[in-house]
């Protein structure tokens, strides 16, 4: 929890506090981004199960938030979500249900929850927007956390329409920072690919990166990410969601951002490609125009910069981190 002299105007809840970007914000607002009158609650899964209404209940009513960005979900990379499209599904639907259920019951005036580019159409038009989101069935790797996330567009459109509540929604592109998942099965592909390195590295063999290679992404560095949160919940008012995300020429592809790493972490040895394993989708560029319309100056760490600031966090706290 952050000290606070004087009054309190806002008390700032936010689930999955402990995770990549709930630690990103922790951080933001530690080295001077937060504001006197606000005080800031991080809570994680050892405060409180979510998917336990009852629990969650509890939660706000110890805390009394005036504002929550919800961050708090049940999450994986591709081969995890393959797996368990079930598990994503209900546990996701089961959290997002009591959180905003809570806040409405409690009086919170403001919730940003955070959704993902994945959940996008699978066959869709690009760049992507905000206004595409519900336009046909996501990509089937994923579809359980997909459908999910995307009902949370949807309560927050209803419990506007029939409470007037100021609930939303940021939509950011593949995210990645210190303290993020580094498990090398169940991980993004950023964190999986830097705990690569790291072993590859220790053991003096090659660098085997799953798929071709080929796929593009916009990746968004965890501490961009959490400056433009704070914006959202100060300044945006819509109910409708907002993309968070580096501009379309800013995509890389899986193998650029091999190199990146292999340059951060001065790996040596031989890059190799596994093209046996799936590549997932393709492609999702977003649009960030919209955010772009409301901050025209903002500046996004560049990525081989961001790599090397995580490359380091990674190495420094390697016993601790999570992999």
């Known amino acids: 929890m952050t000290e606070v002299t004087g009054p309190v105007a806002k008390r700032i809840l936010v689930t999955g506090g402990t995770g990549l970007v709930g630690k990103a914000i922790e951080k933001v ?9 606000e005080k800031w609650i991080f809570v994680s899964s050892r405060d409180a199960d ?7 209940k509890a939660l706000f009513e110890q805390h009394k938030p005036t ?8 999450v994986g990379g591709l081969f ?12 996701n639907i089961h959290i997002n249900d009591n959180v905003l259920h809570s806040a409405y019951e409690t009086g919170v005036q403001k919730v940003v929850s955070c959704l993902s580019t994945c959940i996008f159409p699978d066959k869709t038009t690009y760049p992507i927007d905000e206004s595409m989101i519900h336009n046909g069935p996501p990509h089937s790797s994923n579809f359980g956390y997909s459908y999910a996330k995307r009902m949370i567009d ?4 209803g419990y506007f329409e ?27 592909v950023l964190p999986g690919l830097i705990h690569k390195v790291y072993l590859a590295k220790q053991t003096g063999s090659a660098l085997t990166v799953w798929g071709t290679g080929k796929p593009r992404r916009q990746f968004i560095y965890s501490l961009d990410l959490a400056r433009l949160f704070l914006w959202v919940l100060r300044e945006y008012d819509e109910v409708e969601p907002i993309i968070l995300s580096v501009g379309e020429e800013d995509e890389v592809s899986i193998r650029e951002a091999a190199e990146a ?12 490609f596994d093209t046996t394993k799936a590549d997932g989708q393709f ?17 996004f760490t560049p990525f081989r910069q961001a790599v090397k600031e995580t490359c380091a966090w990674f190495s420094a706290n390697y016993a601790n981190a999570r992999k």
């Open 162 to 188: 029939q409470h007037g509540c100021r609930f939303t929604a940021v939509i950011p592109t593949n995210v990645f920072g210190p303290h993020d998942n580094f498990n090398i099965e169940d991980g993004h």
């Open 283 to 299: 492609k999702k560029t977003a649009s960030n125009a919209k955010l772009r319309r409301y901050l025209p100056g903002f500046q």
């Open 29 to 37: 607002v530690a080295d001077g981004e937060g504001r006197p009158d």
């Open 154 to 157: 949807i309560q927050n459109r």
């Open 50 to 56: 979510l998917t336990n209404a009852a629990e969650t």
């Open 261 to 272: 790493i292999v340059e951060a972490m001065d790996f040596r040895g031989e890059l190799l």
């Open 80 to 91: 995890k979500n393959i797996r368990y499209n079930l598990d994503f599904w209900r546990r």
């Open 67 to 74: 504002h929550v960005i919800h961050l708090a979900a049940m």
